[in-house]
């Protein structure tokens, strides 16, 4: 099948195509569309995605964003200059993401979604300049942490502790006094699930947090940071919440990142429950991820799933079908 330019439009069909395999690149193949049969079409132009179902009425807009990597710092980070080292190269100021959100206002988006990594790490100075970025926007922000934005490389103990720790101590403003590790918002017709994959890993209460909020048949999406684990991705370990590979023994940063290796046994059953539910649930429209800093547009399930790049707007449009 030809490959098509990125600059081109492609369509793709979830119904009937996904559940053989069918996967698409930002450069995707071509697919004709069959509207009397399709319940959802997906268009990928350029960092726009568009998604006609029947289950959506109301048209909604989105902008999404993540992996911005602002190393913004002062005087008080100065205790942490030898965790903060590595990753202090980076944009300093925010005033770019300000203008970003006064730029999906314009456009007419619902909501800004911040997808984690939009620090390098949790200096005081540039938490608290994020928050007033959120609190000041002139449109609803949702935020879910990256691993960037709670490791300070080198600190001792597990992931799952450091992220708490550092949740606490300096990003629980930016959610707006929302759960961090999962919270949900509407929009329309649409719910948008944003859950925190920071460590790759999900808790118990992430998975009880998505059946109870799976339960009501609204279309909804889920916001998250790692993507999650695609078959023919394989190769790619950071496509990584439920990856049967991802494990000690496949772990390539540890090292470089100065934190604990990933767990001998790989993921817990909790992690994979947490992808199989959410691919088996009819009304998930899909997921948008970052991380990878490479855009991607893969299609399975019934599903689409949406890999942001590097630190630059990507609209989602849903629209009636």
Not at 120 to 144: D, Q
Not at 227 to 246: A, K, S
Request: aromatic share 8%.
């Amino acid at each position: 099948m030809a490959s098509l330019p990125a600059s081109r439009r492609s369509f793709l069909t979830l119904s009937g195509l996904a559940p053989m395999g069918l996967f698409a690149a930002s450069n995707a193949p071509s697919v004709a569309p069959s509207p009397q049969t399709a319940d959802t079409i997906v268009t990928l132009e350029g960092a726009r995605l568009t998604v006609r179902s029947r289950m959506i009425a109301k048209p909604c807009r989105l902008t999404v964003i993540g992996d911005a990597h602002y190393a913004t710092d002062d005087a008080r980070g100065e205790p942490f200059r030898k965790h903060s080292k590595r990753m202090s190269g980076g944009p300093q100021k925010m005033g770019p993401l300000r203008q970003k959100m006064q730029a999906a206002k314009a456009a007419g988006c619902d909501a800004a979604l911040l997808l984690g990594d939009i620090l390098n790490f949790p200096s005081e100075a540039g938490a608290e300049e994020l928050a007033a970025v959120i609190r000041e926007a002139p449109l609803p922000c949702l935020y879910t942490a990256g691993n960037h934005d709670w490791h300070y490389e080198g600190l001792p103990g597990p992931e799952v502790s450091l992220r708490k720790e550092w949740i606490d101590k300096r990003l629980r403003p930016l959610y707006g006094g929302r759960d961090p590790m999962a919270y949900a918002e509407r929009f329309g017709d649409l719910k948008v699930l944003m859950v925190d994959d920071s460590t790759y890993s999900i808790l118990p209460e992430q998975l009880d947090f998505i059946r109870r909020e799976l339960a009501d048949g609204v279309p909804t999406i889920l916001g998250v940071h790692i993507p999650l684990y695609v078959p023919w991705r394989r190769d790619d370990i950071f496509f990584g919440v439920g990856h049967p590979d991802w494990n000690a023994a496949h772990d390539p940063y540890h090292q470089i990142e100065r934190r604990e290796r990933w767990p001998e046994a790989g993921h817990t059953e909790v992690t994979f429950a947490f992808r199989r539910e959410l691919l088996a649930c009819p009304h998930l429209l899909g997921v948008v991820a970052g991380h990878i800093h490479t855009q991607s547009l893969d299609l399975f399930d019934g599903k689409f799933q949406f890999v942001l790049p590097k630190a630059t707007p990507c609209e989602l449009l849903f629209l009636p079908r």
